[in-house]
């Protein structure tokens, strides 16, 4: 069973909506005829295309709703991609075979030891798209989507991989930001300090310099994308809500252009009212640190 956060929009603060559903749809995102190789030929970097060796790419929580979705549009980009997984037999049902897919066994409370030996000396970044499971055990949000992150950044430094994209959450900072009273923001953190646990990670994140692109998504939506992806700053949204395609999409784009994403924190919403910007847009409107 899987559960899913809604934050909804609202006028002055955001109402949270708990559900849940046994099943999600996975619904193919956008164009991926563009391959990894086009997009090198056209920066000019024709090394990359000559060798035709593809870029690998590690997904922590790849059986994840948006984990999945990265995994899947990683490979429609032209990445090879390494799953980090639980389970690796059952990770397999639940993708298409890809001759630049492999799982590896990957347990990000298992220590960096392990997590690094899963991601291997073959992988260009690191995209950390897990989170815990709600269940019976209180400290799980601590275990995983702290510690778990940061034993995944401490197994990226054994492994000399410098990239790393963390898919977090907008509100983290909620109380710095004055959110202390914001549904969504005691909601999350009645659940085990989801929300400090998360700011936790992405400070040690920024404190290990490690080439980072942090994405924080309002509430996460299986629908497909309706409305364009709005970009603000760190400590900025409050509210609204986002297709996982587009979250995996600006994860994925991330990796795309390092120079415009990188060492940045930027949080993400759907709007219909918003316009259609290019991600490199959307991404040197946020100034990094
Ligand atoms: N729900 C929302 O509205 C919302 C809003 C903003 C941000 N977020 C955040 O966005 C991220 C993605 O959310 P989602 O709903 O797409 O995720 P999800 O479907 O709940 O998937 C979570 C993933 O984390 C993995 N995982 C859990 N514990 C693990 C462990 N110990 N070691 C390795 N992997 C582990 C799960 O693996 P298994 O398949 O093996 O269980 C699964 O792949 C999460 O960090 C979430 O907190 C959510
Ligand atoms: C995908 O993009 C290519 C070229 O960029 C275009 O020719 C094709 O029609 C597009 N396909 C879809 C389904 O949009
Ligand atoms: C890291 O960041 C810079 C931008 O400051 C970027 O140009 C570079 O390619 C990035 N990637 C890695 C793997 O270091």
Redesign the pocket.
Known sequence: MTTSLLLLRHSSSAAAVFFSSSSFVFTKNTNSSRSFTSIKMERGEASEQITGEKKKVFVAGATGQTGKRIVEQLLSRGFAVKAGVRDVDKAKTSFRQDPSLHFVKADVTEGSEKLAEAIGDDS??VICATGFRPGFDLFAPWKIDNFGTVSLVDACKKQGV??FVLVSSILVNGAAMGQILNPAYIFLNVFGLTLVAKLQAEKYIKRSGV?YTIVRPGGLKNDPPSGNVVMEPEDTLSGGSISRDQVAEVAVEALLD??ES??KVVEIVASADAPKRSYKDLFASVKGH
């Open positions: 260009h970044a410098n990239r080439n390092e120079e990188s060492y």
